[in-house]
């Protein structure tokens, strides 16, 4: 079963200055599966967070549509927009976007509370999702009394707490040092293991990208090939650099 579809997705962006065009997405498509972990690679100004920005609706293509749980997302309104993101969506941000006013529990519950969900039920949501990321015992601290990957995640748990069809991160572990990043990418492996979450990962780390379970690359805004992980991930992660380096994108060293 498919959770996304990619059709034939084109984007290009005019100049206001003298009227050029530059095309960032050149006829992209693909599809994602159900519980599928799939990272989106590619060298700098390929047109990988071009694609993020329109699978997540904060940019619009100008050609091809994107279907996701059955719903094609173009032609929505504002209205119809916000609420998609609100319980179809959950986002992983570089940057946590957390607010340090609320505890991490109050962060994390935050969609819930906006959706008047039964306490109960919240109460049980958050507390096997803060069990498998392992920040069940720091719920009641704010964000700034704990570390960058205790933030990421806590980000983490708020966008899979709603349950959403798709979960889109945008490099999750771009602002973390190596043990938090680790640490992160275990617990995302184990949600979409568990859970059967759907996971869409931009990153441009080939150390990052080995706990995913498929990889599409893209250069110069049209996808160029992928990989499917089929033996360890010590194994995917030098095919990872291996396509990386034909790309002539980022290579990071193994941790």
């Known amino acids: ?51 993020l920005n329109v699978i ?15 719903k094609s997302i ?32 109050e962060n994390i519950i935050l969609p819930l509370s906006l959706a008047r969900q039964d306490v109960r039920l919240i109460e049980e949501k958050v507390k096997k999702i803060s069990a ?7 719920l009641d601290k ?4 704990v570390s960058g990957g205790q933030k990421q995640r806590a980000a983490a748990a708020r966008a899979i707490i709603t349950e959403p069809e798709l979960i889109l991160a945008d490099e999750p572990t771009g602002a973390l040092d190596s043990k938090s990043s680790t640490e992160l990418l275990e617990n995302l492996s184990e949600l979409n293991k568990q859970n059967a979450a759907t996971i869409v990962m931009v990153t441009h780390d080939a150390f990052s990208a080995s ?15 992928e990989l499917e992980r089929k033996g360890s991930r010590k194994e995917f992660f030098n ?10 994108g980022a290579l990071s060293d193994i941790v």
Do not use: H, W
């Not at 704010?142 to 009394?145: N, Q, V």
């Open 132 to 138: 498998v990321l392992g920040i069940d015992n720091i």
């Open 239 to 248: 095919e990872i650099l291996e396509t990386l380096s034909t790309l002539g």
């Open 1 to 51: 079963m498919n959770v996304m579809e990619v059709r034939n997705v084109k984007k290009v962006y005019s100049s206001k200055l003298n009227g050029n065009q530059s095309q960032a997405l050149k006829d992209i498509s693909f599809s994602v599966k159900k519980g599928e972990f799939l990272g989106i690679m590619g060298p700098s100004g390929s047109g990988k967070s071009t694609l």
């Open 142 to 145: 704010s964000p700034y009394e």
């Open 74 to 105: 173009i032609n929505l309104d504002e209205d119809e927009l916000s609420e998609f993101r609100r319980s179809r969506l959950g986002f992983i941000f570089q940057d946590y976007n957390l607010l340090d006013t609320l505890t991490l529990k």
């Open 56 to 70: 997540s609706t904060i940019d619009t293509p100008t050609g091809g549509t994107v279907i996701i749980g059955g």
């Open 211 to 225: 706990y995913c379970n498929r990889i599409i690359f893209i250069k110069d805004g049209l996808l160029n090939c």
